[in-house]
């Protein structure tokens, strides 16, 4: 029996939904429907043991086929996907922790898929061949899939790759233990307040991972500046989102630039990471999800950022998601400690919100 949590069923529940509509909606940066702005679905492609692929087409009269190589082995109407789709939503809708939906694994079977999640090597969840009414292309893209159904995933993990170090200035070696000692619901927070309480400036030194830094740098090469600020401001309890954080490296200016440069590199960062940067793996600047990004939202309804709402996508990014700590013990950070000099390590995690 196939068990999974809300996100995993969500992504059954996009590749089911789709399929009974056979178009890929866009959204506005609020995750509105843009009604008259869609990409026609020619297949979706599931490849869930290596080199045997089948193929899900969406015809204008209504019907689903499924095909493997040249062979139609299935054909359903749309209407059978659609209810399916729906009667999952339901399910997903009232689970909890890892459950079971027996309807819908015998017909997710009966369509030869056997997985909530089809593997992949990259960041995409989906594989979608789309009709580009821009170029008139049916290229075959990679979409990330995302659900609002259940709690608000991760868009960047923490780590001890996801540290950055910064020296603390003006600060007596003598209010160390007192400081780390600090060990409140909030500990972070307080211990910084009381850094500065006590005369300590942050002055950003470098980061814990070269590969990470590396890749910010293709970003930019002042986005660890730029990230280090944001952190300081999250962990001061100025701002707790990446939307309020970026208007206070605006005030902040760490590098002299208008208040739009900032929000634009944070936008960039924010949209890199979602579409396949990770922070301990070498990044060449190219999308993972080359298609784009699905939402799947509360009331069930599918829709995409693609590479021609790219804009809207990084809006949408910027206005949801936050930094949040991470475990302070696993990734080694929010203690001070000594090494030429005090210096502390903050962490950068970020959820959607």
Known sequence: MITGNKGEW???????????EGKLFAADEQLNRIGDMFF???KIIREEIRGRPYEYIPDNNGIVKVCFGDEEVLCLPCGDFESEANYLLDKIAAGRSAFAVERTEAFINRIHSTKLKAPTSDKSDI?????DINTGYQNVVGFSIKSELGSPPTLLNAGKTTNFIYAVDGLDSNYIDSINSIDTQTKIIDRIR???DNNGQFRFQRMENETFRNNLFMIDSQMPIIVAEMLVGYYSGVASDCDGLADYVSQVNPLSCNAEFYRHKIKDMLCAIALGMKPATAWDGTDEATGGYIV????????????YNRDA?????????KPERGSTNRHGFGFLYEDNGIKIKMNLQIRFI
């Not at 969500?10 to 009974?20: N, V, W």
């Not at 594989?127 to 009709?131: D, F, P």
């Not at 799947?296 to 590479?307: P, R």
């Not at 996508?313 to 949801?320: H, Q």
Request: net charge positive.
């Open 40 to 42: 026609p679905i020619m």
């Open 127 to 131: 594989n979608i061949q789309i009709h």
């Open 10 to 20: 969500s992504e059954t529940y996009a590749f089911l939904k789709l399929l009974a």
């Open 194 to 196: 009381a850094i500065t």
């Open 313 to 321: 996508f990084k809006n949408y990014l910027l206005r949801n998601t």
């Open 296 to 307: 799947v939202k509360t009331d069930g309804d599918v829709l995409a950022y693609h590479i």
